[in-house]
């Protein structure tokens, strides 16, 4: 098990950039695959970008690619979200997340640890 815990959020005009920051505590990452998930209102959390910690390989949700950059700082056991072109529709709580499991996973149920999310407003 590792605490997550994610600070960056805001709010930000439309077109702007935000850089999220997911600091990871309590073991080694090893093998672990981290996430970014989002949640609006009244909607499902969902995946938006995720990483596998010691490999490096990224993988994005259509919604967000080229747009939002997943990295990680190995010395600091933190996750980054850097999010650019803002728009007003990425508005939600966004969390970060993470699993030992051998294959990166978009199923927020597959996810035993989690942080308890930073707010992200957009103004149109």
């Known amino acids: 098990q590792v605490q997550l815990a994610e600070s960056g959020g805001g709010l930000v005009q439309a077109g702007g950039s935000l850089r999220l920051s997911c600091v990871v505590s309590g073991r080694p990452l090893g093998n672990y695959n981290m996430a970014w998930f989002r949640q609006a209102p009244g909607l499902e959390r969902v995946f938006i970008a995720g990483?596998?910690?010691?490999?490096?390989?990224?993988y994005y949700d259509d919604s967000v690619k080229g747009r939002f950059t997943i990295s990680r700082d190995t010395a600091k056991n933190t996750v980054f979200l850097q999010m650019n072109n803002l728009k007003p529709e990425d508005t939600a709580v966004y969390y970060c997340?993470?699993?030992?499991?051998?294959?990166?996973?978009?199923?927020?149920?597959?996810?035993?640890?989690w942080g308890q999310g930073t707010q992200v407003t957009v103004s149109s």
């Open positions: 990483m596998h910690w010691s490999a490096g390989s990224t």
């Open positions: 997340a993470a699993d030992p499991s051998q294959y990166l996973s978009q199923t927020p149920s597959k996810y035993n640890d």
